[in-house]
């Protein structure tokens, strides 16, 4: 006899509806094993969040009024400073872009920028005051030497007229390459101050391409300095001047530094003669 068994399963009926959440359960169950931690978000208190948000609206509505109130139309520019270069009408044109806007909403550093623009204006300093002005303070350059033919430099160097129509007769002349104004200005005012200890000045001063240095006395005499040891060889100059030249000053027509171990003087009206120089020595670049 033969017996047939059938394994019967058992299953328990599940509703329709109760799938969704035996299948989290067993997510939740996998989760579980695998250790991931469950995140609980935190509940948005929302009457909170549209408080702050009401609170700060109303905060910027009062800061653009509160502007645009205070911004009202420019009624006046004072320009105040010592003008010798720059006409009143320069400055005018130069401002009036600027001045169409409202008291606080004028950009001054572009106004400054305009007016620092024109070549005469060395620094301009503006300022608000209320209830609706522009207060502007303008210094102008002062021009400390002339480079090249028509060019002015201020005390820094800089070249800020390259064609000046009025050259004050007074200016000592520098030349040089271009690019080279602050170098030379730099080297001029080094050499001026070491001669006014002596009652003495420059009346101009010369880099060529090659660079080699070449010195005016306001007396007449010419200093050929070269190109190599340029600051041994002026220390040199001041020594000579002060032992030999100063007292013949009048009859000495130029003094060559370029000797490696002294210097030769050209005397007016006659050949040069060699001071305190090695024998056999010849002046070098």
Excluded: C
Excluded at 101 to 116: H, Y
Excluded at 157 to 176: N, R, Y
Excluded at 178 to 188: D, K, P
């Amino acid at each position: 006899m033969r017996y047939r068994i059938r394994a019967v399963r058992w299953r328990r009926s599940v509703p329709a509806n109760n799938h969704r959440l035996f299948k989290r359960n067993r997510k939740r169950r996998a989760t579980a094993r695998l250790g991931v931690p469950t995140i609980h978000w935190p509940a948005i208190n929302w009457a909170r969040v549209i408080t702050f948000s009401a609170a700060g609206v109303m905060v910027i509505t009062i800061y653009v009024t509160t502007l645009w109130l205070m911004d009202r139309p420019i009624n006046a520019v004072v320009i105040n400073g010592a003008f010798a270069r720059v006409s009143a009408i320069q400055l005018e044109d130069a401002l009036a872009p600027h001045v169409q806007t409202g008291f606080l909403s004028a950009d001054l550093n572009s106004m400054r920028a305009e007016l620092t623009n024109i070549p005469w204006i060395s620094n301009a300093n503006i300022r608000r005051r209320w209830p609706g002005s522009i207060e502007v303070q303008v210094t102008e350059q002062r021009p400390a030497a002339r480079w090249g033919k028509r060019g002015l430099l201020n005390v820094e160097g800089e070249l800020f007229v390259d064609d000046a129509t009025h050259i004050p007769a007074e200016l000592p002349k520098l030349h040089g390459p271009e690019g080279s104004e602050g170098r030379v200005t730099e080297m001029f005012f080094r050499i001026e101050e070491r001669l006014e200890q002596r009652g003495m000045a420059a009346v101009s001063l010369r880099l060529d391409k090659r660079g080699a240095w070449e010195l005016q006395l306001n007396n007449g005499i010419r200093v050929r300095l070269g190109a190599r040891f340029v600051d041994d060889r002026i220390d040199r100059f001041f020594t000579a001047l002060d032992k030999v030249i100063a007292s013949r000053s009048e009859q000495v027509d130029y003094v060559d530094m370029r000797y490696t171990n002294g210097f030769a003087i050209g005397w007016k009206d006659r050949n040069p003669r060699p001071a305190k120089v090695t024998e056999g020595s010849e002046p070098h670049v």
